[in-house]
């Protein structure tokens, strides 16, 4: 027996090896299609022309538009569903056409009559036509689904089923209240709740009044560039080029998306040519990288902003001068140079770079002097307070303890002691929900390209978001910028949008701290990875 | 028939500790302060969608309530949905667990192939060179974190030298074989995909070895102290005076006396195998149990989390009932009971 099991050993670890030996170790350069002739996967083709992306995608829960509202489901719906008006490349300002030609919107008296004329020739995957009969469907089944990302329509855009109409057969009236914004309405189309699916398919897929969500969960309906090829749970989703796309064939014909949660596992295969694109590096995976041959290493802006919120209910965070002692206090830069190795910018207002009405503004830097005499006018010589702080990573790469431990130090040379407590985000969201928070560390990224995304949670205390959280009740704040969303004109928004930032930034109970950036690790050969801060990138426009 | 009776004692047994396991698991993860429906809604959720959400997910109803609905749901084979993916979390674990029981039984057969030949071989040679190279890789894999161990293999297999895939169950290009077992390395026997074979097999090497060397150094520490014990007793000196030959006394007279506490070794070691996955699956990107489960506490989705913890607590008793009919098979004593 003993020979036996000796035997038996030695022949596994034989088989093992030659198992090894039989090929190139998952080297998709060298292993193109030839392996892969029986497999759905080589109707992709092969690697030349397939991206390969090394992301975390634990988030990914659906693949269906009117239920996406994660970064993954966004990335991918985002290029499988064409969308009524859309943004091109990185610009986030200028509203193109998609599937409309043009559009107008009407005052009605009552409401905001939006006409959308369709382009001709548009086709779905299954060769159907785009028709307006299916751009009410989508809306109408979004608003019916109700799920994660409907109250864009339903809240924001104030949209009722019945409000989306079709005239004739290219032609889509949607009428909105007064009281809802046309042009944020307009940046809410070009999200992917906006994505508009083959009607005539997806019913045909309907089962149990489900309107096709079992059917759109892991397959696809839309007329972009690429259709679902599969999705294997846990493990990866392939996108393949739309037949029947009527825009610019795609130069590559396939896009896999593999999850892979390690950012270790990401830049290995990144170098080893594995992966054309790494997702989740860090700053010193980023840097680690600079030099190296066969990789290059690319940045791109996010809409997201880091800040401390300041309970207004909280003694002495009630008051205004102590919150900008605490404000003034903060080494900015300190915080974007040492910890996130550059990979944020000093912004300070509360609307990013990169939309509309953005204030540039950014007069707080370590001050310690001034800080302190704040403090003395508020007549409070010492503080202390509990600190809430999220674990693991922030957006920028550094983790939320350096971030929360360099404020700490930086608090208390103004005699403000903060304890610092951490935790999982649900349970730090579920205290900070319910106003139970003093300071807590946190990021806020707006839900479409427009300030109005940002401006209303963080002035509208009625809103019941971050305004609320922090207790801030100012009427007057909140109501100019209900204002300012309706404002038609853009440089009239711009100058009300200003007016509201400068008075956030010195009044509300907020310490913006940056405004991080996306990091990627590309195989040199990649060109037009042009990633928009909204969260997703054309995959059309993309070739290696 | 004594067989039989031990046999059901056994499964009530298991089944008991089935409804324990469910009833504390639910308790345990119903008691902490977040809200599992603002984990899955996040920042933006507005309180209405909140609500709904908790109403779909019946969390807005009482404790003892939601434990009957979901005991209730267990026995028609329901084991929920799931908060996170918003799928039957049946479904879910049936997607996977194989991948889970596949990496485990290689680091198993690992840990036996190579663990068991090397403690017998550590005991014949006890003090010498080949027990010294045996001690100190068994003290070595008792002592190296599994992650550590995991991100070097991986640099030095995979990064450095390129013998070995870094992570996945499968080549990039390679299709899965249709689905039997859910285990890659026998549906691709089945199906006779050759290059499924190969590149299951290849992927499997680095994960397994990484899980199994802890279980492996256990069991050769294990097979060497018992054996060290037995090699001593009056029978191996009977044996040898009868005039045996060293290899079947060793064998015959010595392993399977010896093999009783490396098989209650192994029983618990399998427990760990499917602990230590959760580490292993994660610097492997093995879409397991494990990574599942991670994902799923992290989330606060109880349906999941419970849905994992009723399977392992499945695997434990069955794990251990395998054990006890090793030993009924290796020690005639326990047979008369």
Redesign the interface.
Known sequence: ???H??Y??IV?AV??LV??A???????SA???A??S?????SAG??AT?L?IDQDV?DL??LDPAVVYEFSGVLLAHNVYDTLVRFEGTDLSTIKPGLAQSWDTKDAGTTWDMTFKLKTGQKFASGNAVTADDVVYSFQRAIKL?K?PA?LFT?IAQLKAESIKATDASTVVISLPKTASPAAFLTILTFTLGGVVDSKEVKTKETGGDSGSAYLLDHSSGSGPYVVDHW????EVLLKTNPNYAGTKPALSGI?V?????S??QQ??L??G?ADVARNLTPQQITALQGKAGVSTTTAASLLLVYVGMNALKPPLNNVNVREALRTAVDYDGIIKDLLKGNGKKIQGIVPQGLAGANESAPFQANVAQAQALMKAANVDKATLDFLVPTGTAPGGAAWSDIAVKLQSDWAKIGVTVNIKQQ????L??TY?AQQGQLVL?N?GP?YPDPDANVGPFTDYKA??IAYRNGWDDASIAQKGRDAALITDPTARAAAYKVITDYVLHNGPYVVLYQPTELFGLRSNVKGFNWSSIGWVDFASVTK | MRFVGFLLRRVVGIAAVMIGVSVITFAISHVVPADPAVAALGDHATDAQIAAFRAEYRLDRPLPEQYATYVVGLLHGDLGRSIRTRRSVADDLADSFPATLELSLAALAISLLIGIPAGIWSAIYRGRLPDVIVRVAALAGGSLPVFWLGLIVIGLFYYQLGWFPGGGRLDTFVSPPPTRTGLYVVDSVLALDVDALRSSLIHLVLPSLTLGYFSTAVVARMTRSSMLEVLGQDYMRTARAKGLAERLIVVRHGLRNALIPTVTVIGLTFGSLLSGAVLTETIFSWPGLGRYATASAISLDFPAVLGVTLLAAIVYPVANLAVDIAYYWLDPRIQRG
Do not use: Y
Not at chain 1, 258 to 262: A, D, G, L
């Open positions: 027996m003993f020979r099991l000796c038996t050993s596994f088989v093992l198992a090894a039989c090929g190139p170790a998952a080297n998709p292993s193109p299609g392996s892969a029986a497999s759905p996967s080589a092969t690697a397939t390969v634990s829960i659906s109700n994660s109250f809240d294997t749970k846990n493990a896999l593999k999850h892979v949660p390690e270790t596992n290995f295969a170098e080893k594995d999982p985000t649900a349970d969201l579920t929900r946190i806020w839900d019941k978001s």
